[in-house]
């Protein structure tokens, strides 16, 4: 038999054998062995057979077969003009197989390109015999055609368009021949072969057939199929559809009309696919022809912003009105036509302000101001006037609000403008601005307190204006800052609204582009309200608070934190109250910690700031027998010391620590002094770099520190020795090292413990010492040795000490991280997990009654600081004993960690807990009685509860709705505020079940 | 579109003109001051149990929290308008001033009562009744039994007053429109913007 006989008798059956055949006939063409006129001829019988179709329709896949597989080369180009002169020849009588034909045809030119003729003879052969195409029934035919055509457009363009100028109908019957086509697939070509006639073609005669020709497809409502292999998204095919109808100026005529018909739609995804498609021609039609629409366009536009259905509509709209208006920007006279009708209607709705409508007005004036510089300038001479007439004529104080609003939205254009070009010319807007400053100010000054938003609207409005640099004169810019620093000093009334913290946050944005104003007007307006000695409790603080808050802006931070500094030496001098002096102090430590202080050439915070604000503290701290000094007062002076010399390089932190280094030696014997000293040097020994300092100063000190530790067994160890224990650890100690310093300063945990006085001491330095290897990571086998005897302790008369102390283990710790130079593992979160955790929850299970809580607080202080994720793979262990730490009675910080880990659960995973539901409905709903549980408690059961009913299968849940319902009930009566609010929405939650359940 | 409307476009109160618990209390109340968040906010290795927020379990021995005007005001102002996307509060149908809530008259009785007056948008505005029907609903939901909720038509603000306070003021009534499915659903849209 021949190939082309196993061929056909295969194909319907067998399509990769039969490819398998095509690609035999192929190898032995290479070959030489069949000769391509042989080939022919064998099909002639199939090919040309009357009587059946499909037949004739396979020998042409036959050949196309064939001729994919065939390398390059192997035919001649006077064998591929024969083949191709055949196939063109016999589709002009038989268009059977025309997918194969084509494929045929794009094989032939993959081997060699084609001259200008055969590709127009090509096109022409299809348009003339094969159209439309959409009569081919197989898509894939259809497909294969499609490319071919794809490939002429892409390679052969110039002869292409000679056709279409050499004949007047070729056009048409171009765009006839893809008419009708369904497949995505196939219309993803068909749009961009089809985009290069409207873009490249002189389309005038057929400018409407080639719009119809797309916007047939408007708006497209393709859902791809679940497991669609193609992955074309109906967002593929919007966007080439969108970019096709924004092709050709000479669409306008009929894609504005269709499109504004279409914003008529009650589909929100219609209007929605509009406005991108107007905007889309409004950025690509020529100006003269969006010029022809603007109008047109703004009546049907305004209507999504003046009525708002949806917020992405009216801003979809506003963007397109916006464009419009960018692209008129050096059009005068284009320009005055679309904007007059616009300000016109906009100067309207302000006479009724405030309304929907005139805020409207407002964002349409922003929307258009902020498209180009020349656009603001217009809306500022046609808007301003009108707006300041009405204002003055008006003594309605929220018209006056309204009004205000609307102008705040015209300079916000400009400010958006200004952010991009600081060289932006104001002209147009300085006597308004000038004027309407003046009004701003007389509200703030004049106006009832009680008027917050008109307050407020005048006081960002102020803001804006101050940060238009070059705007107002320098008098102006002192009187703002003037005013707006009386609201700060002299506004303690908080009845009237957050105007106070506004003002504050607009003080810190004004010293950026008026520092000079705020440095010689507000700072000392601020100094004279702050007291050197006070005489009651706290009036200075709210002062004081937003004074700290200047530091933000660096220009005028110097100025900020040396006034703070005088402050403070005066009040101490005239020996002010401790809480001033305390209060003065975390002034300026807050400026340091959460303002911008002036970085050194490298961005480093500058190191003379450790010399002007640290070292005299430095001196007093450590010369003197400190009294006066507590606790509070050497922590903030440490953490001022830690902020200012932690970033600095080894060189500058050497330099500070030799220098120290001997005043500190001094006082190891005296452990009163060492622990008076304690909160410093925990946070100066958290800034120093580890390779400053020297090895045995870390011995010395952690002998010292241990002792106290250790000794103070009446009386517990303050908590900063026991942090400075693990900094020290931690920081210090290299991995091989451990075991032997541990030992020789007496903090080996194991003997530690082991001793006969196990004492509340011991366990809490046990713990630090742990911490602060498990954070390490160097010492894996010490440290788990370490955990295993932390665990045993727990069934121990000690047991529910040392359940509570497991919390701390992971607990965030702000002394051990890495900005602090100390070794942080980056997995010894979950290290400690696998450690702890499954021994825990075993022990749990066969834990007596005593000491089973005991498992569940300790269980619970470890899970309460891991991520979410961390606990997600072992949730169905974990469950059980959750479920029984929400029955403890004693322990709140435990249950609240665990409701927090279940609201986690019901969020992401409440599958896993649904065969819990009963217990755990149950076990909420007793989280909520108080007094047993406290207010956090009850409100985070709150929170969960009113999960369940959203997370869970409805079925489930249904059946404890009326139990849950009345139970809550209670909580609606609740003593706090907050759980009541919690209650609320948790019953609105559960009574939502019902309407569910009669709409099924 | 406007037409179909009784009052296209109302008056809309600013956010901020609002009342809120936080406008109105009293200075005395303090906030949590700038330098606090300085201090370390979590359980340092010596005291597990100092958590910031343990503290404030201490804190329901404090004197209890009564629900007061302001507390109803929350629970009403957040409910939508059926006709336009805006809440009660902004559009002004609700105000604290127009919120009473009265303790108990005598020893004796456990029974408060709230009451609400309402101002339609404008005096014509059919659907009052559903507005009235809303609050209601919203009230007897998210108040303890212990309160009376009476919620009515401020005197001279709508033409049909009479006859919607009848209605909301008759147990059976509402009970019976709140069997209605229509209702219950544009009652519940009104209710979804409520936290």
């Not at chain 1, 003037?482 to 913290?501: A, W």
């Not at chain 1, 309200?529 to 110097?558: G, I, K, M, R, T």
Request: net charge negative; aromatic share 6%; charged share 25%.
């Amino acid at each position: 038999m021949s190939d082309i006989q196993i061929y056909l008798l295969e194909v319907d059956k067998n399509k990769p054998e039969a490819k398998l055949v095509a690609a035999r006939s192929a190898s032995r063409l290479e070959s030489k062995e069949l000769k391509l006129i042989d080939l022919i001829t064998s099909l002639e019988e199939y090919i040309n057979n009357k009587d059946d179709a499909a037949l004739r329709g396979k020998s042409v896949a036959y050949l196309a077969d064939v001729l994919e597989t065939l390398p390059p080369k192997v035919l001649s180009g006077q064998e591929r003009r024969l083949l191709s002169d055949f196939i063109l020849g016999r589709l002009e009588g038989d268009s059977e197989g025309i997918g194969a034909s084509a494929r045929i045809l794009t094989a032939l030119e993959d081997r060699g390109r084609w001259d200008p003729e055969t590709a127009q003879r090509v096109a022409k052969t299809f348009l003339d015999y094969a159209s439309p195409l959409k009569d081919h029934k197989l898509q894939t035919d259809r497909f294969a055609v499609i490319q071919l055509f794809d490939r002429l457009i892409g390679k052969y363009r110039t002869p292409l368009q000679e056709l279409h100028s050499g004949d007047p109908e070729f056009l048409a019957k171009f765009i006839y021949f893809f008419d009708g086509e369904k497949d995505p697939r196939n219309l993803m070509v068909v749009f961009s072969i089809l985009q290069v006639p409207m873009t490249e073609w002189d389309i005038s005669g057929n400018a409407q057939d080639l719009f119809d020709a797309v916007f047939n497809y408007f708006p497209i409502t393709f859902k791809p199929p679940p497991d669609d292999p193609y992955g074309i998204t109906s967002q593929d095919l919007k966007d080439r559809l969108r970019d096709c109808i924004a092709a050709n100026s000479q669409f306008a005529p009929f894609a504005f009309p269709a499109l504004l018909d279409k914003l008529d739609s009650t589909s929100m995804n219609t209007k929605r696919d509009v406005l991108h498609t107007i905007q889309t021609c409004v950025s690509s039609y020529e100006l003269k022809t969006i010029n022809i629409y603007a109008i047109t366009l703004w009546d049907a536009l305004k209507f999504e912003i003046l009525n708002v259905q949806e917020e992405d509509l009216a801003e979809g709209a506003l963007k397109a009105l916006s464009m419009i208006a960018g692209r008129f920007a050096q059009q005068e006279g284009f320009l005055n036509a679309y904007t007059k009708p616009i300000m016109k209607e906009c100067n309207q709705h302000l006479e009724d302000a405030p309304t929907k409508q005139s805020s409207a007005s407002g964002r349409i004036m922003y929307a258009l101001a902020s498209a180009a510089t020349p656009v603001a300038d217009k809306i500022t001479k046609g808007i301003l006037p009108t707006l300041f007439t009405l204002y003055r004529s008006s003594e309605s104080l929220t018209k006056r609000r309204g009004l205000l609003e609307v102008f705040n939205e015209i300079v916000r254009a400009y400010l958006d403008r200004f952010r991009l070009q600081p060289k932006l010319n104001l002209e147009e807007l300085t006597t308004f601005g000038q004027d309407a400053l003046g009004v701003m100010l007389r509200v703030l000054t004049n106006a009832p307190k009680a008027e917050v938003s008109l307050r407020l609207t005048a006081l960002s409005g102020i803001a804006q204006l101050v940060a238009l640099r070059g705007l107002l004169t320098e008098d102006q810019r002192f009187q703002a800052v003037d005013v707006v620093t009386d609201i700060v000093l002299h506004e303690h009334i908080q009845g009237h609204g957050d105007i106070r913290s506004e003002a504050i946050k607009t003080i810190a944005e004004m010293a950026h582009t008026a520092p000079d104003a705020i440095r010689n007007q507000a700072i000392p307006a601020f100094m004279v309200e702050l007291p050197d000695s006070p005489a009651d409790d706290s009036s200075y603080l709210p002062v004081l608070e937003a004074f700290a808050h200047l530091s933000s802006e660096q220009q005028v931070f110097d100025t900020v934190v040396l006034r703070l500094k005088n402050k403070y030496s005066v009040a101490s001098a005239q020996a002010a109250s401790k809480d001033y002096q305390q209060a003065l102090l975390l002034a300026i430590l807050y400026s340091f910690t959460h303002g911008s202080p002036m970085p050194d050439e490298e961005g480093v915070i500058r190191g003379t700031y450790f010399t002007d604000y640290v070292g005299p503290f430095l001196l007093t701290l450590l010369e003197q027998s400190q009294t006066g000094w507590d606790h509070r007062f050497t922590e903030i002076v440490g953490r001022l010391c830690n902020a200012i010399l932690r970033p600095q390089g080894v060189h500058f932190q050497s330099q500070v620590y030799n220098k120290t280094l001997d005043k500190i030696a001094v006082a190891r014997k005296d452990s009163d002094r060492m622990i008076r000293r304690a909160p410093f040097s925990l946070y100066y020994y958290a800034a120093l770099r580890p390779d400053v300092i020297d090895a045995e100063d870390i011995v010395a000190l952690l002998q010292s520190y241990a002792g106290i530790a250790r000794g103070t067994s009446n009386n517990e160890t303050p908590p900063v020795v026991l942090q400075h224990i693990s900094l020290l650890v931690n920081k210090f100690i290299a991995g091989k090292a451990m075991q032997s310093t541990l030992e020789s300063v007496g903090l080996e945990v194991g003997s530690l413990l082991s001793s006969p006085e196990t004492s509340t001491n011991s366990i809490g330095v046990a713990f630090s010492v742990t911490k602060a290897l498990l954070v390490q990571g160097k010492s894996p086998a010490l440290t788990s040795k370490y955990l295993k005897l932390l665990l045993q302790l727990l069934s121990t008369p000690d047991g529910k000490t040392v359940a509570k102390h497991f919390a701390t283990l992971l607990a965030p710790d702000e002394i051990l991280t890495k900005e602090n130079h100390c070794q942080v593992s980056g997995l010894y979160k979950q290290k400690t997990f696998s450690q702890l955790v499954p021994s825990l929850t075993a022990a749990v299970r066969t834990a007596d009654p005593a000491t089973k809580p005991n498992y569940l607080v300790a269980l619970s202080g470890v899970l309460r600081w891991l991520p979410y994720s961390m606990l997600e793979t072992s949730l169905v262990s974990l469950t059980p004993p959750l479920l029984q730490t929400l029955d403890l009675s004693s322990d709140q910080d435990a249950k609240a960690s665990t409701l927090t880990i279940f609201e986690s659960v019901l969020m992401h995973d409440p599958n896993t807990i649904a065969e819990h539901t009963a217990s755990l409905v149950t076990r909420l709903l007793n989280c909520t009685t108080a007094p047993v549980n406290g207010a956090r408690v009850r409100a985070k059961a709150l929170q969960c509860l009113a999960l369940v009913p959203k997370m869970l299968k409805r079925e489930a849940v249904v059946p404890y709705r009326r139990q849950v319902v009345k139970k809550l009930m209670v909580c609606l009566d609740d003593g706090k505020r907050e759980v009541r609010a919690e209650g609320v929405r948790c019953r609105s939650a559960w009574l939502g079940l019902d309407e569910v359940e009669e709409e099924d | 579109m406007d037409a179909e409307k009784d009052n296209a476009n109302p008056t809309i109160i600013n956010p901020s003109d609002l009342p809120s618990r936080r406008r109105s209390a009293p200075t005395a109340t303090k906030q949590p001051g700038l330098f606090d968040a300085l201090v370390p906010a979590y359980p340092s290795l010596a005291e597990p149990s100092s958590s910031p927020e343990a503290s404030d379990s201490d804190s329901d021995y404090e004197p209890r929290e009564e629900i007061d005007e302001q507390e109803v005001y929350d629970l009403i102002s957040t409910i939508s308008d059926p006709e336009h996307p805006l809440s009660l509060g902004s559009l002004g149908v609700i105000t604290l001033d127009d919120i009473s809530v009265v303790a108990p008259t005598s020893a004796r009785s456990r029974i408060s009562t709230v009451t609400v007056l309402l101002t339609p948008t404008t005096s014509a505005c059919s659907l009052t009744t559903v507005i009235g029907l809303g609050v209601k609903v919203r009230l007897l939901n998210c108040l303890p039994p212990r309160f009376r909720v009476d919620v009515r038509i401020k005197e001279g603000t709508s033409q049909t007053a009479d006859e919607v306070n009848k209605q909301l003021g008759d147990k059976e009534r509402v009970a019976a429109a709140m069997e209605n499915r229509n209702l219950i659903n544009v009652v519940n849209t009104m209710l979804v913007t409520c936290e």
